[in-house]
């Protein structure tokens, strides 16, 4: 009688065990793979559903167009994560794919019928983890934003030569506060309209410095950033460099092309 109770609950324990077995191999993630981009090993979580082919050339363009922007980056594997729905953005982020990075790990939606704005977040995001690696912490705000937009944009413009896609320019706020503010900004305003303003104002800046000044002393900025972050140091960065005051630097940036 044990050993037959001792059968029967080895049988339920076998079942109940293949089942929950069954479930996990049902819940469990893609395994990663590994992408290889100009040296620059990712581990990548390909979206379930979605043309392999198709996510791996967004990765690779993406990966391309952060490391065209920030070129030096040091050791380290960023893993990309897909996935459909993130929800952490509020309401009016939402048609468009979100992406966060958190330490090495980027997460992103993937959007099979816009291939150029998935490419547009995760090169932004990837961007983001570059420069954190080249400076050793986050740079100033505005050249965080400003260098990520960059990126974004230049995979954005790959990405629709490749799919034969329009890429519709995002309407862009003006920043009524002055460049001082800018670049004192710690924290992202709030509000669809100040947020993105502030983004605007951050890629136009970005621009205008790299046109001016060149991608070498625009990283050399921000690693003066991360380590002192604060409107002064941008100021006396340009002041040191270029012996342009506040006042040149609005003048340049009013003129530069938008
Ligand atoms: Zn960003």
Not at 52 to 75: F, H, I, N, Q, Y
Request: proline content about 5%.
């Amino acid at each position: 009688m044990f050993s037959r109770m001792g059968t029967d609950f080895c049988k339920r324990l076998a079942v109940a065990l293949l089942a929950a077995g069954a479930l996990a191999a049902c819940s469990r993630a893609p395994a990663p793979e590994e992408i290889e981009v100009a040296g620059w090993r990712l581990s990548v979580v390909l979206p379930a559903g979605a043309d392999a082919a198709s996510a791996r050339k967004v990765v690779s363009l993406a990966a391309r167009a952060a490391c065209a922007t920030v070129p030096e980056a040091g050791e380290g594997t960023a893993r990309i994560v897909f996935g459909k729905d993130l929800g952490i953005l509020p309401h009016w982020a939402a048609p468009r794919p979100v992406a966060v990075q958190e330490g090495d790990e980027i997460r992103v939606g993937y959007r099979t019928d816009d291939p150029a704005a998935t490419a547009n977040r995760l090169a932004h995001e990837l961007a983001h983890w570059r420069l954190e690696k080249l400076c050793g912490g986050r740079t100033a705000l505005w050249l965080d934003e400003g260098l990520a937009q960059v990126a974004g944009r230049t995979a954005a413009n790959e990405a629709a030569r490749c799919f034969s896609l329009d890429v519709s320019e995002r309407l862009s706020l003006p920043w009524k506060q002055g460049v001082a503010a800018l670049v004192a900004a710690t924290a992202y305003p709030a509000g669809r309209d100040e947020s993105g303003a502030f983004y605007a104002a951050s890629l136009r800046l970005a621009d205008a410095f790299l046109a001016r000044h060149g991608l070498d002393d625009c990283l050399a900025l921000a690693k003066e950033l991360a380590a002192a972050p604060a409107a002064e140091t941008f100021f006396a960065f340009c002041a040191a460099r270029y012996c342009e005051s506040a006042d040149e630097i609005a003048a340049w940036l009013s003129a530069a092309p938008r």
